[in-house]
């Protein structure tokens, strides 16, 4: 079982930056995609950046050229560097990581990191 531990979450006013980590117990450089979902309240969840195993990444329209997703194979950690934060950012984010074998795949989720920012 794989987990997942995000960190770098805070409180931090419109046009600052975090920068969000995700740690797995495994190997990230098995899995197909890892990437960064968020979840503000009373609205669904959504794709926010992910990058493939190869290191093809894709953004939310909202975040692009806001906001970098990499990865680090060697320390098994993805990161999330968020800049220009506006106020409609403010969500848990969610550190996504998805392995697809035999035809079938299987999604692994950490419990989330609050990302707050204020006018």
């Known amino acids: 079982q794989v987990q997942l531990v995000e960190s770098g979450g805070g409180v931090v006013q419109a046009g600052g930056s975090l920068r969000l980590s995700c740690t797995s117990s495994g190997s990230i450089f098995i899995m197909t995609a890892m990437g960064w979902y968020r979840q503000a309240p009373g609205k669904q969840r959504e794709l926010v950046a992910a990058i493939r195993t190869g290191g093809s990444t894709n953004y939310a329209d909202s975040v692009k050229g806001r906001f970098t997703v990499t990865r680090d194979n060697a320390k098994n950690t993805i990161y999330l560097q968020m800049s220009s934060l506006k106020p409609e950012d403010t969500a848990v984010y969610y550190c996504?990581?998805?392995?697809?074998?035999?035809?079938?795949?299987?999604?692994?989720w950490g419990e989330g990191t609050l990302v707050s920012v204020s006018s």
């Open positions: 996504n990581a998805y392995l697809e074998f035999g035809g079938r795949g299987m999604d692994y």
